[in-house]
């Protein structure tokens, strides 16, 4: 019995020991030599200090606690990176450790399926199954050609709406609902072959419907719950961003699931106006491999796209045609670089985008200082590492300020100023930039975003003289808002080239 008692439980009670010791041993370490953080208040932390522009203030505060700190929202801890090379250190050392999502995002739990879609989804099988279909089935280059005929038809009635009174003289237009109707349209064709935006769409009920749930989605994008970062609030109630929430996630999921069952009947009634959509291609495989293509699935991928790929796009190109009106001898350069290359004879194509590389400089050069994901999307720590030389323990999010990496002089000459020429040499500077994320979680849109940024921009170039409506410049100050949109929409002038008559008429 003792010989029994010896040969299991001393291995037991070693292998405990050892256990114990070095889960001390990893608190301890992940108590000590933490990021600097500044001064905190008791209970809410440092969530005073989150106003709007948080990717401004977090610049300041770097100014003085350095390129790793961190901070707590309530019980949140936070650690926020603002330099390249410890950004660099984090997807590349620390990309699993990091891959994680944290959830604290309303939209996530109540839109996004409880935090099941790819955008929110923890690092792990059910991740990777997303990344996969989206790289085969929605970003690959061959899926996206599939649907370049989509974006050219939308292309083309931008041109026609900003022609309507620019043929003779210059006409003042709205730039920032244009592009967000172009986007919206895009991924709606795409996905179900539904355009909700454009002449006659205004009345009908099902544009309407969608119109006001995309607002709605767009407004709670970056809500959150007080409570879960001060637990205490639970006590008082409270709860009302989270009603608001619920109530959108069901009305959203309502009418994702509409699209779906419509194209479910439309393949009953051989309706073939649907064949050739997104839904349609996912249903076909749904009927092979059911538990990879289940409809939850389905419309995580859709609300994804539609949430994650039009303000962020459209939002871009508002960017670009801003300081392009600000800078006039650039937009004559872009302009003379397409009339080069193509002439005034035919309009633009996406392959032609590529083989403009001073349009492609503008793009970058935007993209550093406006980029439309300032602190990229948080990311959450599944275990203890070091950032930047510090401890950062588990269950942390960790916040990229790109916005700050894109200005800081140690790595750019002149960082404020607009100067699409430093990306003149390719390589070297292109590598400094993380609009879309680096590593696993990386954006996967990159590829669409690149062609309808390119060849709607290219083309409103090729086809329209463009200026400012007053001898003011653009107010380019940022407004609030997940996806950084500028402070004021952006209104300008234009007035349609001869082109114009050749192509469109
Ligand atoms: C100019 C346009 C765009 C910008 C600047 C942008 C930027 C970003 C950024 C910064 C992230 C987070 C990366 C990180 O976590 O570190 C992201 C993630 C994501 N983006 Fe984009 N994006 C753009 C367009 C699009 C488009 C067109 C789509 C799809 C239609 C899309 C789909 C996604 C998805 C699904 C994720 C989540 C990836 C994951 O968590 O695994 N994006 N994007």
């Known amino acids: ?16 020991l050892i256990t114990i010791k070095s889960l001390f041993r990893s608190k301890q370490h992940s108590r000590t030599n933490l990021p600097p953080s500044p ?39 936070v650690v926020v990176v603002s330099s390249s090379s ?3 250190e984090c997807f590349t050392k620390n990309d699993v450790v990091l891959a994680n999502r944290p959830r604290f995002m309303l939209a996530g739990k109540h ?10 989804s923890p690092y792990g099988d059910h991740w990777r199954n997303l990344r996969r279909i989206g790289a085969t089935d929605i970003y690959s280059p061959t899926r996206l050609n599939m649907f370049s005929s989509i974006r050219k038809d939308e292309v083309k009635q931008l041109l026609f709406r900003l022609s309507h009174n620019s043929r003779e003289d210059f006409a003042k237009v709205d730039l920032r609902s244009m592009f967000s109707e172009l986007t919206f349209n895009i991924i709606m064709t795409m996905v179900a072959g539904k355009r909700y935006y454009g002449d006659g769409m205004s009345d009908k009920e099902e544009s309407k419907q969608f119109r006001d749930l995309m607002s709605e989605g767009l407004s709670y994008g970056g809500a959150t719950n007080p409570s879960d970062f001060v637990p205490i609030l639970k006590w008082f109630g409270g709860g009302g961003a989270e009603k608001k929430v619920m109530d959108l996630g069901k009305r959203m999921d309502a009418f994702l699931q509409g699209l779906i069952d419509e194209q479910n009947l439309s393949k009953t009634t051989s309706d073939r106006s649907t064949a050739n959509t997104l839904i349609h291609h996912l249903l076909s495989l749904q009927e092979s491999q059911p538990e990879y293509y289940t409809d939850q699935i389905i419309k995580g991928l859709i609300l994804v796209m539609l949430l994650g790929g039009t303000d962020s796009s459209s939002l871009t190109m ?15 350069r872009a302009r003379a670089e397409l009339d080069a290359e193509f002439g005034q004879e035919r309009l633009i194509d996406e392959p032609d985008v590529f083989k403009l590389p001073y349009l492609q400089s503008i793009i970058s050069e935007t993209l550093r200082l406006y980029p439309t994901g300032p602190l990229l999307v948080p990311h959450y720590s599944s275990d203890d590492c070091t950032i930047g030389g510090f401890n950062v323990p588990r269950d942390t999010t960790v916040m990229i300020n790109a916005w700050a990496i894109h200005r800081d002089p140690k790595l750019w000459d002149d960082p404020e100023s607009f100067k699409p020429e430093r990306f003149a040499k390719g390589g070297e500077e292109l590598y400094k930039l993380m609009p879309f994320g680096q590593g696993r979680r990386a954006c996967p849109g990159i590829g669409m975003a690149q062609r309808v940024v390119g060849l709607t921009l290219g083309s409103l170039i090729q086809c329209f003289e463009w200026e400012r409506i007053s001898e003011m410049k653009v107010d380019m100050s940022e407004g609030k808002g997940l996806t950084m949109p500028k402070a004021v929409p952006l209104e300008a002038m234009c007035k349609a080239r001869p082109i114009v008559n050749k192509v469109l008429f």
């Not at 522009?53 to 100014?63: E, M």
């Not at 508002?318 to 004559?332: A, D, F, G, Y």
């Open 1 to 16: 019995m003792d010989d029994l008692f010896f040969c299991t439980s001393l291995p037991l009670i070693f292998i405990l």
């Open 318 to 332: 508002e960017w670009v045609m801003s300081n392009l009106l600000n800078h006039p001898e650039v937009l004559k």
């Open 39 to 77: 001064p905190s208040l008791p209970i809410i932390g440092h969530l005073h200090l989150l106003k709007p522009l948080a990717h401004r203030t977090f610049h300041h505060l770097s100014q003085k606690y350095g390129p790793v700190f961190s901070l707590w929202f309530g019980a949140h801890r």
């Open 86 to 88: 410890i950004a660099e």
């Open 111 to 120: 839109m996004g399926y409880n935090y099941t879609t790819v955008v929110e």
